[in-house]
């Protein structure tokens, strides 16, 4: 049986953390950011960790699990 293959849009958008953690991005940063506060854009500048709900089916994506 072949190798199980990770999701590719997944490994371009999640990184796993030492502790296990997985780190990702905020949306909403690369246009129209003329209408948005410096304090909603400075926020959306730093990353954020996967919510507990969703990180099973990023581990499966990651083919983690």
């Known amino acids: 049986m072949p190798k199980m293959k990770t999701k590719s849009g997944a490994k371009k958008r999640f990184v796993v953390t030492g502790s296990g953690k997985i780190k990702r991005k905020h ?5 129209i950011l003329t209408k948005k506060s410096k304090k909603r854009k400075l926020a ?3 990353a954020g960790l ?3 709900a969703d990180e099973r089916s990023v581990k ?3 083919r983690m699990m």
Do not use: D, I
Not at 27 to 31: F, N, R
């Open 50 to 52: 996967v919510h507990s």
């Open 44 to 46: 959306l500048t730093h």
């Open 60 to 62: 499966e994506q990651l």
């Open 27 to 31: 949306a909403y940063k690369s246009h």
